[in-house]
């Protein structure tokens, strides 16, 4: 069965510095999707990587995937306040009927301190 | 388009009752889910839908029952509520690009189990 695995889970950041946050896997997916989710809120669409080697950036955010190595990194650059929140990666997987579904981690909350 | 809409946004049930979960989506889109989110945890898909009268269990199907009669509606029943349901509650639809799932989410419903 699929296993997706986030790290950290929890992250606390001053304002202006960089991190990564981590997305493992662990069997084949091309595909994998982030999330971010505000407080109280549903979620909402970050990225979509498609194959081995795909990066998309939007603002102070860019995504990267690795099939090979089943990881997918969310790099998080000079951050601001407004990034706080909850952020998703999920993998593509079949279900037992052979439709698709995804398959979430347990999210990474972040908060971005003055 | 009002996108994927649910209803209540919270609800207080106590150990017993039931209820039925509303869920709506105007965007013709086949596929539709249902997941729970538990604090802490990333979302468990409970069932999905792949069209009208096409329902099939996920992860954690227990204590649940879905019905699809139209492709616009996707109900979720719970039977007879017991505290470990406590939890918010997240419809989704999604359409395949081609290329992978764009999946779009409802609001939640938070609900309370007494």
């Known amino acids: 069965e699929l296993k997706v695995e986030q790290n950290p889970l929890f992250l606390s950041m001053q304002e202006g510095k960089n991190y990564t946050i981590y997305c493992n896997y662990s069997?084949?997916?091309?595909?994998l999707y982030w999330y971010r989710q505000d407080p109280g809120k549903s979620l909402e669409s970050l990225f979509v990587?498609?194959?081995?080697?795909a990066v998309k950036q939007e603002g102070r955010l860019m995504a990267s995937l690795d099939t090979k190595a089943r990881l997918s990194t969310l790099h998080i650059t000079a951050a601001v306040h407004d990034l706080s929140a909850t952020y998703f990666c999920?993998?593509?997987?079949?279900?037992?009927?052979?439709?698709?579904?995804?398959?979430f981690g347990k999210g990474t909350k972040l908060t971005v301190n003055p | 388009n009002a996108g994927v809409t649910q209803t209540p946004k919270f609800r207080i049930l106590k150990i017993g009752q039931s209820m039925t979960l509303q869920c709506t989506q105007d965007?013709?889109?086949?596929?539709m889910y249902w997941y729970r989110q538990d604090p802490g945890m990333g979302l468990k898909l409970i069932y999905y839908?792949?069209?009208?009268?096409?329902?099939d269990k996920g992860e954690v199907p227990n204590g649940y029952n879905v019905s699809r009669s139209t492709t616009e509606d996707f109900p979720l029943r719970l039977e007879l509520a017991a505290p470990s349901q406590t939890s918010v509650y997240f419809c989704?639809?999604?359409?395949?690009?081609?290329?992978?799932?764009?999946?779009?989410f409802g609001p939640g419903t938070r609900l309370t189990v007494l």
């Open positions: 989704a639809s999604s359409y395949w690009t081609g290329l992978g799932l764009e999946q779009f």
């Open positions: 965007m013709n889109h086949n596929y």
């Open positions: 069997t084949t997916s091309d595909r």
């Open positions: 999920a993998v593509d997987a079949l279900t037992q009927g052979g439709s698709e579904k995804l398959v």
């Open positions: 990587l498609l194959s081995n080697g």
């Open positions: 839908s792949v069209g009208a009268g096409i329902t």
